[in-house]
């Protein structure tokens, strides 16, 4: 019964991780119907942001001293913010009428620049990301071990949930970015400033991506330039098996993902080399058996 609990703890914890990344993918979906590939990659760059802020480096012939944690992850969240902003007005705003292919191959080559941007400018090697100490807490109940992160990630995660849904269905901004989901045209009719808009839901998106990947690298303390392209293409998976789309749905398919991810790995230990194509072999049936997803629902083109 501890092991089952402990898994459990696990996988909640890992499911709550992938639902903030999926809410931030499946939010850009939503309004452009854009699947945008860079997202794992906006994650890898804020925590860069957030390592060289907690460890101090120099800029210019500058000397920045180190940060507090509470200083460096909102410093990491705004820039990564600011990030998906530039990233939409200049990559996907000047092709917002063009063909959907040429927008997916431009979400494709954002993808490969932040990538290979930060090997020139980071380096390949990985680096130990320092965990403060607040998120580095063991408790244990009985025989069960509960760090202190693995019960942070899934109260964040509904706060940011929380604060999306509120953002989405109780906003002004948020019913202009349902409208546009449904039709960009008319909402520019009626008077709703479209770019604003777009931009606004690329920067909450972006912030999303940020916090999910500051806890992915306190939950894994390594990190490298190429460490957002698997945890994007769960979050993906985690986003269409809710619904992509969906808000709520994302969460949903988030968490489930990564109960079974854990419990794949639990029950088949000879298998845990195979834990990541788990994403893949759901995607593949979701696509076929119910491409809505489990919240989702069919929108028009």
């Not at 709550?16 to 931030?24: F, K, N, R, T, V």
């Not at 997916?104 to 080559?109: C, K, N, P, S, Y």
């Not at 306190?218 to 985690?238: C, H, S, V």
Request: charged content about 10%; overall charge positive.
């Amino acid at each position: 019964m501890e092991v089952f609990f402990q898994q459990l703890i696990n996988g909640v914890s890992l499911g709550s991780l992938y639902a903030l990344i999926a809410i931030g993918y499946t939010m850009v979906y939503g309004v452009l119907r854009l699947i945008n590939f860079a997202h794992g990659d906006i994650m890898m760059v804020s925590t860069y942001i957030a390592f060289f802020s907690l460890t101090g480096f120099s800029l210019f012939g500058f000397i920045v001293p180190q940060m507090p944690w509470y200083v460096s992850f909102p410093i990491s969240i705004v820039l990564t913010g600011v990030l998906g902003f530039l990233m939409e007005r200049f990559a996907y705003r000047p092709l917002r009428n063009a063909p959907r292919i040429s927008v997916l191959m431009t979400a494709i080559g954002v993808s490969f620049f932040l990538e290979n941007l930060g090997l020139v400018v980071f380096g390949g090697r990985p680096k130990g990301f320092p965990t403060p100490g607040l998120f580095a807490e063991i408790f244990y109940v009985k025989d069960v071990a509960l760090s202190s992160l693995s019960l942070w990630i899934p109260l964040i995660t509904l706060i940011f949930l929380g604060a999306t849904f509120f953002l989405v269905y109780r906003t002004k901004s948020g019913i202009a970015m349902r409208a546009i989901s449904r039709d960009i045209e008319t909402p520019q009719l009626m008077g709703i400033d479209v770019n604003r808009i777009i931009s606004l839901t690329f920067i909450v998106g972006s912030s999303l991506a940020a916090v999910g990947g500051i806890l992915l690298a306190m939950r894994y303390p390594q990190i490298n330039p190429l460490m957002g392209i698997m945890p994007g293409i769960k979050a993906f998976t985690a986003a269409v098996l809710g619904g992509i789309g969906n808000v709520v749905g994302a969460a949903l398919g988030g968490l489930t993902l990564g109960l079974i991810e854990i419990f794949f790995v639990a029950l088949f230990p000879d298998f845990a080399g195979y834990r990541d194509a788990i994403a893949f072999i759901i995607l593949i049936f979701i696509l076929l058996f119910r491409p809505n997803g489990i919240m989702g629902e069919k929108l028009p083109d």
